[in-house]
């Protein structure tokens, strides 16, 4: 199944255990090129909440311009530590203010899946994590 297709399918019809979505890219023109068009997909299903991003790679204002995303509603947050990364993480999904929360993260092992599980149906959220 394309890409896109699995995530609009996976919004309408997304089982209570599979709100995490998780890939490793390394380098952050990888991410760019990789999640540019995911994020620009994800931003145009749902126009009423943020696609927050936590530690993102460094951005570039041109190539968000490029895919469409200078005026999408996409919430930036860096944080100083791992467990700082995973308090909001939690948070992000929980609130529902997000359609989709998007982490880099360090450290996977650190992270209660059943956790995120929880917060992002509570949320109605979906979780990307970025090795």
Excluded at 95 to 115: E, F, M, P, R, Y
């Amino acid at each position: 199944m394309p890409l896109f297709t699995a995530l609009k399918h996976n919004a309408v019809n997304m089982p209570v255990n599979e709100h995490i979505t998780e890939l490793s890219i390394k380098g952050s023109l990888s991410q760019e090129l990789l999640l540019f068009p995911i994020i620009s997909h994800l931003t145009s299903m749902d126009t009423t909440r943020w696609v927050t991003w936590i530690n993102p790679p460094r951005l570039d204002r041109n190539k968000l311009k490029e895919f469409g995303l200078d005026q999408c509603p996409i919430l930036i947050i860096n944080t100083r530590s791992q467990n700082e990364t995973n308090k909001l993480l939690l948070r992000c999904l929980n609130n529902g203010k997000s359609n989709t929360v998007i982490a880099n993260i360090s450290n996977s092992q650190t992270l209660d899946h059943h956790q995120i599980n929880f917060a992002a149906g509570k949320g109605n959220s979906r979780c990307l994590l970025i090795h």
